[in-house]
């Protein structure tokens, strides 16, 4: 498999995570964060890495608040 199929690969996986803990969030009845990792999701197309980042922030947010 080439580097770029990889890279891909990951990037899309990272997006799908991304949705589905929003998912997970709007679900909880928690639509701010929700919004808040789609908007990440979002970013994630163009940004690798984003969705991942906007998931930890918010995890990191809710424990020490």
Do not use: C, H, Q, W
């Not at 998912?23 to 984003?50: N, T």
């Amino acid at each position: 498999m080439p580097t770029s199929d990889r890279a891909g690969l990951l990037k899309n996986a990272s997006t799908v995570t991304t949705v589905i803990d929003a998912a997970m969030e709007i679900l909880k009845g928690r639509r701010l964060g929700g919004l808040f990792l789609l908007g990440a999701a979002a970013l994630s197309s163009r940004v690798p890495g984003a969705g991942t980042a906007a998931s930890l922030l918010l995890r990191a947010y809710r424990r020490f608040r």
